[in-house]
Nanobody, 123 residues
Framework: QVQVVESGGGLVQPGGSLRLSCAAS????????MGWYRQAPGKQRELVAT???????NYADSVKGRFTISRDNAKNTVYLQMNTLKPEDTAVYYC?????????????????WGQGTQVTVSS
């Protein structure tokens, strides 16, 4: 079993910064890509940023130059540094991990999601 837990959300003023963390734990053989997604009220969940196991990154155009994704493979943790936050960044942020784990006697790849953390940007 694998658990994915986010932390670090909160209320911040426009122009401010927040750092989100996401840790995966459990029976983990390897974590491939990890990423952050967000869902605002009334909208579909959208990709924010992803990072592969070798550090290659991908960002949504709306956050390029403001957000930075990074990971610590030794800690099975991914981070999202969010700077120059805007009201339109308000959403529930979800962590995703593509994990190679045991399924009985075999290794299988599964997609795991965290429970989400609220980020609110408002004055």
């Amino acid at each position: 079993q694998v658990q994915v837990v986010e932390s670090g959300g909160g209320l911040v003023q426009p122009g401010g910064s927040l750092r989100l963390s996401c840790a995966a734990s459990g029976t983990i053989f390897r974590i491939n890509a990890m990423g952050w997604y967000r869902q605002a009220p009334g909208k579909q969940r959208e990709l924010v940023a992803t990072i592969t196991s070798d550090g290659s990154t991908n960002y949504a155009d709306s956050v390029k130059g403001r957000f930075t994704i990074s990971r610590d493979n030794a800690k099975n943790t991914v981070y999202l540094q969010m700077n120059t936050l805007k009201p339109e960044d308000t959403a529930v942020y979800y962590c995703n991990a593509d994990v190679l784990t045991t399924d009985g006697d075999v290794l299988r790849e599964y997609d795991y999601w965290g429970q989400g953390t609220q980020v609110t940007v408002s004055s």
